[in-house]
């Protein structure tokens, strides 16, 4: 930030970084730039550790409060952007790539026996926050760490899948009318590469299509083939 107060490490992207700029210009925020990793800044300082509910997107990042002395870190909630980390005696290491953790030295590469079984049981998956090695773990999705001053440190899940039916939504069918009228508006737009957004064709998104497209889609194939 223009103060120092904030300094953040970003790797990501905020997809809805715009509406959230234009809410904060309208609570007295100045922005220097276009991008959206100034806007995560401005968000922690209206919402503090909140502000990550309101992000859209794939991120992690690391920003630390200088007058609080206190480091807020946060992944996205499907956890596309990785973070490892290795806590030291002296301090906490971080990286978004194992092997660039690993070039830093000092990290206990023992083989994690939990980690192990995870990777034989689930086809080589290591479920966070472990990983194959002992000394290295990672940030679980939706998750924030805060570290305060003190080297003390909490974590807590910020966001989690709903897995039961709403009522409201226990009668919807697959008309692609009506799914458009369904869908979150953030599912129906598409980047474009001047960072503004464009409507998304129902079939993009949800792979239904009516039967005279499938009838179409069809003979376009055979043609090809002939």
Same mark, same amino acid.
Request: include cysteine; proline fraction near 7%.
């Given at each position: ?19 959230? $700029?234009?809410? #904060?210009?309208?609570?007295?925020? *100045? /922005? ?8 995560? +800044? %401005? ?24 007058? $609080?002395?206190? #480091?807020?870190?946060?992944?996205? *909630? /499907? ?8 806590? +030291? %005696? ?137």
């Amino acid at each position: 930030t223009e103060d120092k107060s904030l300094w953040i490490i970003h790797n990501g992207e905020i997809y809805n970084y715009q509406a959230i $700029r234009e809410e #904060l210009k309208g609570k007295g925020h *100045r /922005f220097r730039s276009d991008g959206d990793t100034e806007v995560i +800044l %401005a968000a922690y300082r209206e919402w503090g550790e909140e502000c990550v509910r309101r992000f859209n997107g794939m991120w992690v990042f690391i920003l630390y409060d200088v007058p $609080r002395r206190r #480091l807020f870190v946060s992944r996205d *909630r /499907f956890g596309i952007k990785p973070l490892y980390y290795t806590e +030291l %005696a002296n301090g906490l290491r971080f990286a978004s790539t194992l092997p660039a953790l690993l070039a830093t030295g000092s990290i206990d590469t023992d083989i994690d026996p939990v980690a192990l079984h995870h990777y034989m049981s689930f086809h080589a998956v290591v479920p966070a926050p472990h990983t194959i090695l002992r000394g290295v773990r990672k940030l679980p999705p939706a998750t924030i760490r805060v570290i305060e001053p003190d080297g003390k440190s909490r974590e807590r899940t910020y966001w989690a899948p709903v897995f039961h039916t709403p009522d409201d939504e226990k009668n919807l069918g697959f008309d692609p009318n009506e799914l458009k009228n369904q869908l979150d508006p953030r599912q129906m737009m598409t980047p474009r590469d001047d960072d503004t957004y464009s409507p998304m064709h129902v079939e993009e998104e949800t792979g239904v299509a009516t039967p005279e497209e499938a009838e179409e889609t069809t003979r376009a194939g055979e043609k090809n083939e002939t």
